[in-house]
């Protein structure tokens, strides 16, 4: 190929390249980071896109790409786990128009900066409309060939998505970010990216949450099942590596805090079959060998060299293929970077041991004939669970639950209340801690009825789920006390906390005086015994609460003395004007 012209030459040297971390959804740990160009308006172009359109107008769009590459890798390599991680590099889907397009360029480069082919990501954006299908299909058959992995990115906004989608077959699937952007209070946008999710999984797939921006859409996009994410919330481009991180603190917080992570986890982990992986490289020997060491295996996971799971082999398509007519010849003749194995790879559901069961077996079930899912943890490879297993852990967490949970309310008691705590305390991570007591209950029921009082249990533990949403864990003691908690990754998070605490409290008193006669809400109190039998007044129902913030430093070491705190503080927020106390520590 060609040299460059000695102009783009110094475009080259003018641009330079931002990294911005692909971090896994449930470990904070950086699966990979992607290239962004910087510097196009110094050359005077009014966009990146605008600057590729110049190429491809020159007819040089493919030599400067490769030159790029190698300034991209180049740079790359200069992270200090670069080797741990994946590059994700833009790829303009007309590439293959260009006359000087060839082959084995990108395969060289990775062989001189020792890469293996996996380490990198081609990402094909919707923007550029597919007009050539047959030369897209091309174009996708080549890089396939040369054995690298294939993301799509912008899904969802483009003219050519499933057109797309359709002639890729990808590895993986970025939502764009429209489709994020206050996807929290935009049911519409959580329905449409479920079913993005549910679509990946079907074509087997991992699916990439794309610019978030805010805690609360990161949390709805670990809800629906997202695999990684992306975004200002994780961090923001940057063209100096010693900003990148091998693992984003606030995201395992976050994630490590998430009230049904233990339970489900726990349940999970001492029925995960840890089944012998193969390497996507190691020979269809290996594979074979796997088989005959264990006489009852029906399947063999296969994972890339960072131990990221692809999919599996099963026995019986093995067979099929080992004993047909043409069988030994298909096996030997490999003459491309794609591997061997990779060719009889089955994919299917890949799952993270952290999430929920409902998600694993809702995502499970949208495949018709996979035997079961492969577990992860911070995107490497753990086990595999099969359908029955599946089955097993549900009736068992649904056993726990019922045995555990509230029969008024519905929400969590003690056991899972303490479980949480104490899994919060293990982590030294900051976290927020709120205890509720209601204030006159006890001559409320005595003066209304049993009845009624189980109708204001039941209103603040609806109000408790309507304001603090699915963003928080909440839990009910037992009687009127009730309990909340979050992790806390800044300062922010807390006083949102706080001030959500305090708008349940102001919005109980409004609602609770539904339940009461005329007579007393005029009077605000009522006439009724007291503990002694002595005939008095007393106020109107409130909620008293104690938000406790226990930094890694604070001098609150056990859920015990937790638990004293609330004890002692709740007198306090009793005689508060606005029955709201705030430990700090």
């Not at 764009?176 to 990946?200: C, E, G, H, Y």
């Not at 949403?469 to 806390?488: E, K, M, P, Q, R």
């Not at 300062?491 to 109980?508: A, M, N, R, Y």
Request: aromatic letters at 10%.
């Amino acid at each position: 190929m060609e040299p460059l012209n000695p102009l783009y030459q110094r475009y080259l040297t003018i641009l330079d390249i931002a990294f911005q971390p692909i971090v896994d959804i449930h470990s904070g740990d950086t699966f990979g980071v992607e290239a962004l160009l910087r510097g196009t308006e110094l050359l005077g172009f009014g966009s990146i896109s605008a600057f590729f359109d110049h190429l491809f107008e020159k007819n040089i769009l493919y030599s400067f790409d490769l030159a790029l590459r190698k300034k991209v890798i180049e740079k790359f390599c200069l992270i200090d786990f670069h080797q741990k991680i994946k590059l994700f590099y833009n790829l303009d889907n007309r590439l293959i128009q260009m006359g000087d397009f060839s082959g084995g360029n990108t395969s060289r480069l990775l062989k001189h900066y020792n890469l293996d082919h996996k380490s990198i990501i081609f990402e094909l954006s919707e923007h550029n409309e597919i007009i050539d299908i047959e030369q897209f299909a091309n174009l996708m058959k080549h890089y396939r060939h040369e054995g690298f992995c294939i993301a799509i990115d912008d899904f969802g906004i483009g003219q050519s998505g499933y057109k797309m989608l359709y002639h890729t077959t990808p590895n993986l699937i970025k939502i764009d970010r429209f489709f994020i952007d206050n996807i929290d209070t935009d049911p519409k946008k959580k329905l449409l990216a479920r079913q993005m999710v549910q679509l990946s999984t079907l074509i087997g797939c991992r699916i990439i949450a794309e610019g978030v921006e805010r805690e609360e859409e990161f949390l709805l996009c670990k809800e629906i099942g997202c695999h990684l994410v992306q975004g200002y919330f994780i961090q923001h481009p940057s063209c100096t590596i010693e900003n990148l991180y091998p693992k984003y603190t606030h995201i395992f917080t976050l994630s490590s805090m998430e009230k049904r992570l233990s339970g489900d986890q726990n349940i999970l982990r001492k029925r995960l079959e840890v089944l012998q992986a193969v390497s996507v490289n190691d020979t269809m020997e290996a594979l074979l060998i796997a088989f005959n060491k264990d006489h009852e295996l029906s399947l063999v996971p296969i994972i890339d060299n960072q131990g990221i799971p692809l999919g599996i082999i099963h026995e019986h398509r093995l067979k099929a293929i080992i004993y047909s007519p043409f069988g030994q010849s298909l096996i030997k003749n490999n003459s491309s970077n794609f591997s061997l194995l990779e060719t009889y790879i089955e994919t299917i559901p890949i799952v993270d041991i952290t999430m929920p069961l409902e998600t694993i077996v809702e995502l499970f079930s949208l495949h018709d004939h996979a035997p079961g899912v492969l577990v992860v943890e911070s995107s490497k490879y753990i086990g595999y669970i099969s359908a029955r297993i599946m089955i097993e852990a549900v009736h068992e967490r649904n056993l726990i639950r019922a045995r555990d949970q509230n029969p008024l309310s519905r929400l969590p008691g003690n056991f899972m209340i303490n479980e949480y705590i104490a899994n919060a305390f293990d982590s030294q991570h900051s976290g927020a801690f709120c205890y509720f007591d209601f204030d006159h209950f006890k001559p409320y029921n005595d003066h209304y009825g049993f009845r009624n009082g189980d109708r204001i249990i039941i209103l603040f533990a609806e109000l408790m789920q309507k304001v603090l949403l699915n963003n928080y864990f909440i839990g009910h003691i037992g009687g009127d006390d009730f309990f909340a908690a979050t992790a806390i990754p800044n300062e922010t998070k807390f006083e949102e906390f706080s001030l959500l605490v305090q708008k349940l409290i102001q919005q109980f008193a409004q609602e609770v005086l539904e339940f009461y006669s005329v007579e007393d809400r005029h009077r605000e109190s009522i006439i009724a015994e007291d503990r002694d039998g002595v005939v008095r007044e007393f106020k109107l129902l409130r909620v008293s609460a104690v938000l406790v913030y226990k930094t890694p430093k604070s001098s609150i070491r056990s859920p015990e003395h937790l638990q004293k705190v609330f004890a002692l503080e709740k007198k306090n927020a009793k005689k508060a004007p606005n029955n709201f106390c705030v430990i700090i520590d």
